[in-house]
């Protein structure tokens, strides 16, 4: 068997409708897949040259527009819309871009983000989603902020003469009104994603656009729930896996949010203060270090302070709680009970960083009744920082039993010993070195003080206020240190901990092998379920032990091979069983070489199917020779015969150490002569072919060598062998011209006479079965993504050749296909099959097939 077709592609069942496509015989141009793009969405693309030819009218195109001349007449604000009486501005706020970088990203979203969402909406109900929600977001925006300002609120008083030109707001509110129209996965997926990047640019950023924003978001939900006709159907709970997903995604987003505050022109969000932990004050690091090791005052310790954070080093240090938030949403996403622990600790940490940083008593004085609202709110502000720390520690706390999963011991050793180990290294070289220049701080140090410094190398900027006073080093090779063995081993650290998120317990012991070859025999697992029994699978059984099916796990993508190994009764209870057992263990489950009998099953659980070989089958109990269609195999059989061609039909062990030889030498001639890497997975070596449920099939010429060699796996139907698969084929140099062709003939003829139903050439690769004319050969997008793999192939793998050898055993052709849950998942899917194939090619190898593809 082999790695992919190309017959067909199902998307889930409740998808949006795919555009018709082309022939695969007429692969489609550019310019066609462009007017189909534009019959797809005309709405987004008016939008961009829309977007386009405003921002040249108005100016923004070449200048912002808090400097082109006339950009105040279509922008959105107080001081605009209200006072100036410019009542046209919440129009043109929506179709304007305020300079050039929003131009682009306006284009972008327009031809991608607000695209799918017409595409699920249709053209006319996206125009009135994009005029509702963005202009009822601007004018509504506006009037709240009026009202606002009135009452002395701060954050209106700030932003009153902001104005707003900004078409991205009503692009966010057309996603969201979209989502009605979504599949309850996608819906759940766009709006909190969305609400929860845009409430983190409201929270951190704070300026009026990004309010607006929100305000359109909240708007496009109400209309989406209008426009639904029907009703939205109730959310489903979500999965182990969409729920870690989800709260890996929120982590992910807090982490960046103390970086928007630092974006211009500078936050004033409710939890913006916390970018000011953020942020590295200048000073004169020469002028400090010569007046405070003169004379040492009362403001030399926030100098240093100031000095002790100054150059790359500390300021990577000093965003270390942002990068390991990252870490941990990585771990969340795998279902890593590290990365709950972990996440826990960082956000409890951050709790301590505005407390350092107001330090002391706040005293609020305050002259009037009105003066005390601002006030309040600058506290309020400052104590807000401590919010999104809170609410993490929360979630993680509500969503803990999602991430029960836990590394081996061996993983958990290694990785404490990695970094117990990394951490005493650095300390005691810094510890060694700021001794041994005692006298080379300032101010001067003491042991004491020594080992405090060694402590503070390794934590973030924002804490060392915890930490007494500071040192500093004025020796180089001190210095050197004192800057860079912090950011040293926390790398380590995140190096250490992407491995240990990687450690599983998978693994296959004698008696699973022996429970899992048992099963084979009673029946399931298809005519490729023996290559189950393979190294590199391991195996998975029903909680009553009465089924199995074989995977083995590459990049968080659990892999099956073949069909689930039982009845077919019970192979929707074992898919269902299978998929939960990933969802606990945070994969992604992909059913590969499975057979169409297994399509409804994956149909009533919504997920898409794509066809990823079409296997080749002969019926021994029906086969002959006769006629033309046999004309080519005829001959070759005849000419074995003529030519006395010997077969033998054994396995390995009972083989002459001589033939083994024999066989071992033309496998590793064939392999020498190709520098391309060999594959495996499906495709069987030398290893495979010895073992003892795997039949032989052998040609010697007349001088008794070896001219070829084929090896033929098993299937059982209640402990009878029913079917053969081939596998192994190889043939010497010298061989007589049809030798393969008349090891398969005479294969076919003795499984006729031992009673075997199926023999199956295996899967063709990337190869279409024969349609008839009258047959539509139309494809989907994926369909085509796979005929220009296959035709991008060939000269590296010759795939056609062999289904063309393939063609002349006149088979019949059963589609095998890929099942998958998430279309998101292809990517790293398709990357897992690939490494499953060629799991150990090297890069002379990974180049010798480049080389071989660009010919």
Do not use: K
């Given at each position: 068997m082999s790695t992919a077709d190309t017959a067909s592609t199902r998307p889930a069942p409740g998808s949006p409708p795919t555009p018709p496509s082309p022939p695969h015989d007429r692969p489609e141009g550019f310019g066609r897949a462009l007017l189909r793009y534009a019959r797809i969405a005309p709405a987004s693309i008016a939008l961009a040259v829309i977007?386009?030819?405003?921002?040249?009218?108005?100016?923004?195109?070449?200048?912002?527009?808090?400097?082109?001349?006339?950009?105040?007449?279509?922008?959105?604000?107080?001081?605009?819309t209200i006072r100036s009486g410019q009542w046209w501005t919440p129009f043109t706020a929506v179709f304007v871009p305020e300079d050039a970088l929003q131009l682009i990203a306006t284009v972008l979203l327009a031809l991608s983000v607000m695209a799918a969402a017409?595409?699920?909406?249709?053209?006319?109900?996206?125009?009135?989603?994009?005029?509702?929600?963005?202009?009822?977001?601007?004018?509504?925006?506006?009037?709240?902020?009026?009202?606002?300002?009135?009452?002395?609120?701060?954050?209106?008083?700030?932003?009153?003469?902001?104005?707003?030109?900004?078409?991205?707001?009503?692009?966010?509110?057309?996603?969201?009104?979209?989502?009605?129209?979504?599949?309850?996965?996608?819906?759940?997926?766009?709006?909190?994603?969305?609400?929860?990047?845009?409430?983190?640019?409201?929270?951190?950023?704070?300026?009026?656009?990004?309010?607006?924003?929100?305000?359109?978001?909240?708007?496009?939900?109400?209309?989406?729930?209008?426009?639904?006709?029907?009703?939205?159907?109730?959310?489903?709970?979500?999965?182990?896996?969409?729920?870690?997903?989800?709260?890996?995604a929120i982590v992910a987003i807090t982490a960046f949010g103390p970086l928007l505050a630092l974006l211009p022109p500078g936050g004033f969000g409710p939890l913006s203060f916390v970018?000011?932990?953020?942020?590295?004050?200048?000073?004169?690091?020469?002028?400090?270090?010569?007046?405070?090791?003169?004379?040492?005052?009362?403001?030399?310790?926030?100098?240093?302070?100031?000095?002790?954070?100054?150059?790359?080093?500390?300021?990577?240090?000093?965003?270390?709680p942002l990068a390991l938030l990252v870490l941990t949403a990585i771990g969340l996403r795998r279902g890593r009970r590290?990365?709950?622990?972990?996440?826990?600790v960082v956000n409890a940490a951050m709790l301590l960083l505005p407390l350092t940083a107001i330090g002391g008593d706040v005293e609020l004085q305050v002259q009037s009744a009105k003066a005390l609202t601002p006030a309040i709110e600058v506290l309020v502000w400052l104590l807000a920082a401590m919010v999104v720390p809170i609410a993490s520690i929360a979630l993680?706390?509500?969503?803990?039993?999602?991430?029960?999963?836990?590394?081996?011991?061996?993983?958990?050793?290694?990785?404490?010993?990695?970094?117990?180990?990394?951490?005493?290294?650095?300390?005691?070289?810094?510890?060694?070195?700021?001794?041994?220049?005692?006298?080379?701080?300032?101010?001067?140090?003491?042991?004491a003080d020594i080992f405090a410094s060694t402590l503070r190398r390794f934590v973030p900027a924002g804490f060392l206020s915890l930490l007494g006073t500071p040192i500093v080093p004025t020796t180089p090779f001190v210095v050197l240190?004192?800057?860079?063995?912090?950011?040293?081993?926390?790398?380590?650290?995140?190096?250490?901990?992407?491995?240990?998120?990687?450690?599983?317990?998978?693994?296959?012991?004698?008696?699973?092998?022996?429970?899992?070859?048992?099963?084979?025999?009673?029946?399931g697992g298809g005519t490729f379920g023996f290559m189950g029994t393979w190294p590199g699978n391991v195996y998975w059984f029903s909680s009553d032990g009465e089924s199995a099916i074989a995977y083995r796990v590459i990049g968080g993508i659990a892999v099956t091979l073949s069909d689930p190994v039982c009845p077919p009764e019970r192979a929707e209870r074992t898919i269902a069983e299978f998929v939960q057992f990933c969802d606990v263990n945070s994969w992604t489950p992909a059913f590969y070489s499975i057979h169409g009998e297994y399509l409804p099953v994956f149909d009533a659980l919504g997920w898409p199917t794509m066809s990823v070989g079409e296997e080749t089958l002969m019926h021994p109990q029906s086969f002959d020779l006769v006629g033309k269609p046999w004309q080519k195999v005829r001959q070759a059989h005849n000419r074995g015969i003529k030519e006395q061609i010997t077969t033998l039909w054994t396995t390995w062990d009972d083989l002459s150490p001589l033939i083994q030889t024999q066989i071992t030498a033309v496998s590793e001639q064939w392999v020498s002569e190709k520098e391309l890497p060999e594959m495996g997975f499906t495709l069987g070596g030398l290893t495979e072919l010895k073992d003892r449920d795997v039949r032989l099939y052998l040609a010697f010429g007349r001088d008794g060598e070896l001219q070829t060699v084929t090896s033929w796996l098993p299937s059982w139907r209640d402990g009878r062998v029913v079917g053969y698969t081939i596998d192994f084929m190889r043939r010497a140099d010298g061989s007589m011209p049809g030798i393969m062709e008349f090891i398969i003939a005479s294969a076919a003829q003795r499984m006729r006479e031992d009673g075997v139903e199926v023999l199956s050439l295996s899967g063709a690769p990337l190869a279409t079965k024969p349609v008839d004319d009258d047959e539509s050969t139309d494809g989907t997008a994926m369909d085509r993504l796979l005929a220009f793999l296959a035709k991008t192939l060939e000269p590296a793998y010759g795939f056609a050749s062999l289904f063309a050898f393939k063609s002349k055993f006149n088979p019949t052709y059963e589609t095998i296909y890929l099942a998958y849950p998430d279309p998101v998942a292809l990517p790293a899917i398709g990357n897992a099959i690939a490494k499953a194939y060629l799991p150990d090619a090297n890069a002379r190898e990974y180049v010798a097939l480049a080389r071989t593809l660009m010919r």
């Open positions: 977007a386009l030819v405003a921002s040249i009218a108005a100016g923004t195109l070449s200048l912002p527009a808090t400097t082109a001349g006339q950009a105040h007449l279509w922008a959105a604000g107080i001081s605009t017409e595409r699920l909406l249709g053209t006319a109900r996206t125009v009135l989603a994009f005029l509702v929600t963005g202009i009822g977001a601007v004018l509504l925006g506006v009037l709240l902020q009026w009202a606002a300002l009135g009452v002395g609120e701060l954050w209106a008083t700030v932003t009153e003469f902001d104005t707003t030109l900004d078409p991205t707001i009503g692009i966010v509110g057309t996603l969201i009104a979209a989502s009605a129209f979504a599949s309850a996965l996608w819906r759940r997926r766009i709006r909190l994603l969305t609400f929860a990047v845009v409430l983190v640019f409201v929270l951190y950023n704070g300026d009026q656009n990004n309010v607006y924003r929100l305000i359109a978001a909240l708007l496009g939900l109400a209309l989406g729930v209008l426009l639904r006709r029907g009703g939205i159907r109730r959310l489903h709970r979500s999965s182990h896996a969409e729920t870690r997903n989800l709260v890996a970018a000011t932990l953020f942020q590295r004050p200048a000073v004169d690091v020469a002028s400090v270090m010569s007046r405070c090791d003169v004379s040492y005052t009362s403001n030399c310790r926030t100098e240093l302070m100031m000095v002790a954070v100054q150059g790359p080093g500390p300021l990577l240090l000093s965003v270390l590290f990365a709950l622990l972990l996440g826990i993680l706390i509500a969503t803990r039993r999602q991430f029960q999963i836990r590394a081996p011991r061996e993983a958990v050793a290694r990785f404490i010993i990695i970094v117990v180990c990394t951490f005493g290294l650095l300390a005691l070289a810094y510890l060694v070195a700021a001794l041994s220049s005692l006298v080379e701080f300032v101010p001067d140090a003491t042991v240190l004192y800057h860079w063995v912090g950011p040293a081993f926390w790398t380590v650290f995140v190096f250490a901990t992407l491995q240990l998120y990687r450690a599983t317990f998978t693994g296959r012991t004698i008696a699973d092998e022996e429970h899992f070859r048992a099963l084979l025999r009673e029946g």
